[in-house]
């Protein structure tokens, strides 16, 4: 979601923001503005849409200020536009503020603030923080910011320039990220001299490896020669640095014409990465999910919570942890699981999933479901992250950092992540014996190279995209596991090429979406060789009866099934209990085609995030 940046050195400012802002874009905004200190005061400019907007308008001025804050915004209070883009200004332009996360208090604040004369010029939550920043200003940043956070309920990652003190950033936070960094430069590199700001390390990791995640209430001070740290009282403090040795190449496209195409292309990798370790003297050990043996054979409900592509990697676990670990699991929506007083016992085990370890609701039900006393263990991608702190245990997928807002690799490193946690309980459960457990691991293993497979070959995926391309609507139906893998097909088709589409149980066509069909409909159906093949055919039948276009998953081998459809993209023969990770990858493909064929920008989709963080 928002992006936060900040620089002061000796260089100009200006590039140095524009480049941040430009690596945090994959988080998704609508909306980008700089404040440069000049030598007349604070210069701000905004625009609605890109960072290259904002960068074209830049150019018009001549900013040669070498301190300043960068934003990109994704709109929660007040709608997408200039006025309410950030960075926020106070009253006399000497204070500006960026901010990511959200003032709850901001109403009261906002009135109290206009009894005593601040006259706001947005309709956002964070414009309080400029005028509280500006009433507590008396010569001390720092003392001003610290101060003005004590007034705030919510959740904050804040940067602060101000007139009167012109090379100074401070910045702070509560439950957002705030990263900080400083430079010597390097006359032998491009690295410049300087101390940096950001929300996220990528925005600063051309410039420093050598950073500090600020823990909550900490406040940073940071001028051209180097960062200052101070804690919640304002005295000097102590801090962890960390040395980021991921590589910015990481980041970037690595020859694929989009990070989505590249992350998929990664999906192998994760497969094994994932898996690397996990058997240990021919046992399936996850040392991170640290439950005794005997309070993982106690565990008689496991709840996974999630949302988005995440969720449906959940659903795709249900189906294995009750089948091998015969436990009932429940899988829940996070911005549902909290409202509805679900049952939980101490032989409860929720496993919160989430590629982000952001996403409010999944933090908010995290929170609840460990007030009600169950065990809460994260799986997430990313090192750190509020879910994987706010935990009991934490699984990391190895999917590296996902770019592209649209969840891929990410989704797959979830999918294997759960399936061992499966296999982990029904080996506790004796429910699979130790030469099962070997098998099974055997066989995920073998889904990297089938992955590999099926990505050497895409046309008929590309052909099958041509199909969909000019559709209004299109609709994904599949049965146990293929249901699952129908639903994050659905989602991926709809988030990035706008296309309407639909998933549901093939068993309910019947009950309403049948409705829908009519000539040229696309139907995409999950009719691997499963148990629910024949029954998977007969919907097929159903639909193409009617006029629909069909694009059948099926298992290679499987001629029959030209009969019943219009497109057949193969994949290769996998237990079913497997076929989400091969099912999945073909789906991904086809919505980035579609995508692209009708002119979509496929990394960046129109109002979606890639960090979730409000509720
Ligand atoms: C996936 O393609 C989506 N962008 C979205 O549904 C995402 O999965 C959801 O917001 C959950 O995110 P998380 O995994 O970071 O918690």
Redesign the pocket.
């Known amino acids: 979601m928002c992006g936060i940046v900040g620089y002061t050195g000796e260089s100009r400012a200006q590039e140095v923001l524009i480049e941040g802002l430009s690596r945090l874009e994959y988080r998704g905004y609508d909306s980008a503005g700089v404040a440069i200190r000049e030598d007349d005061g604070i210069h701000v400019v905004c625009r609605k849409g890109k960072v290259a907007e904002l960068a074209h308008t830049l150019g018009h001025f001549s900013l040669t200020g070498t301190c300043g804050i960068g934003h990109t915004r994704w709109a929660t209070h007040g709608k997408p536009s200039e006025v309410n883009a950030h960075p926020h200004t106070s009253c006399d332009g000497n204070i500006a503020i960026v901010h990511n996360g959200i003032i709850e208090n901001f109403a009261e604040l906002r009135d109290e603030l206009a009894l005593r004369g601040h006259v706001f010029s947005s309709e956002t939550d964070s414009e309080v923080v400029a005028h509280l920043v500006e009433d507590n200003y008396h010569g001390d940043l720092v003392e001003a910011v610290r101060l003005s956070t004590e007034a705030l309920v919510g959740s904050y990652g804040i940067a602060v320039v101000c007139a009167q003190e012109p090379d100074v950033i401070v910045a702070t936070r509560k439950d957002s990220p705030i990263v900080v960094g400083y430079s010597a430069g390097d006359a032998g590199s491009a690295a410049m001299r300087g101390s940096f700001v950001a929300s996220d390390i990528i925005a600063m990791l051309d410039a420093t490896r050598d950073v500090v995640v600020l823990a909550d209430g900490q406040i940073a001070k940071l001028t051209p020669n180097g960062i200052e740290y101070f804690d919640e009282q304002g005295r000097p403090c102590e801090v962890t640095h960390t040395h980021i040795d991921w590589d910015l190449d990481l980041a970037e496209k690595g020859g694929y014409p989009d990070f989505m195409m590249k992350e998929i292309h990664e999906q192998p990798r994760v497969i094994r990465d994932t898996l690397a370790g996990r058997m240990v003297g021919g046992r399936l050990e996850i040392d991170e999910f640290d439950l005794s043996p005997e309070e993982l054979d106690l565990t008689d409900r496991v709840y996974v919570i ?6 449906h990697a959940g659903l795709i676990a249900k189906n294995l942890i009750e089948a091998w670990a015969r436990i009932p699991c429940e899988v829940e929506v996070a911005s549902e699981f909290r409202y509805r007083n679900p049952i939980i016992t101490p032989t409860t085990v929720v496993v919160a ?7 409010a609701d ?1 933090l908010a039900a995290i929170r609840d479901a460990r007030v009600k006393g169950a065990k809460v263990f994260g799986i ?2 990313v090192l750190g992250s509020p ?1 994987a702190r706010e935990s009991d245990g934490v699984i990391y997928t190895k999917a590296n950092k996902e770019i592209a ?4 690799k ?2 797959i490193g ?1 999918v294997v992540s759960l399936t061992l946690l499966a296999m982990l309980f029904a080996q506790a459960k004796g429910k699979l014996t130790t030469a099962q457990v070997r098998l099974l691991f055997r066989e995920l293993a073998d889904t990297a190279d089938q992955v590999e497979r099926i990505l050497s070959d895409t046309d008929d995926i590309r052909e099958a995209a041509l199909a969909c391309k000019d559709a209004k609507s299109a609709l994904f139906i599949g049965r146990g596991i293929g249901s699952a893998v129908s639903y994050e097909g659905a ?2 088709l709809k ?1 990035i090429s706008y296309l309407h589409a639909e998933a549901y149980a093939a068993g309910e066509m019947k009950h309403g979406p049948i409705a829908l069909i009519d000539e040229g409909f696309p139907v995409i159906a999950i009719a691997t060789k499963s148990p629910t093949y024949d029954k998977v055919v007969s919907n097929l039948q159903e639909s193409r009866a009617r006029g629909a276009t069909i694009i059948a998953i099926a298992t290679e081998g499987d001629e029959d099934i030209k009969n019943y459809a219009d497109h057949v993209i193969y994949i290769p023969k996998v237990r079913d209990a497997f076929s989400a990770i091969t099912a999945t990858v073909p789906l991904q493909l086809l919505a980035r085609f579609v995508a692209l064929e009708r002119g979509c920008d496929v990394d960046q989709p129109r109002n ?5 963080t409000v509720e």
């Open positions: 999630a949302c988005g592509t995440s969720y999933v989430s590629q982000s370890g952001e996403t999944t997430t991608n879910v807002v649209a969840s891929t990410s989704f979830q989602l991926k988030e979606l995030a890639k960090s979730v």
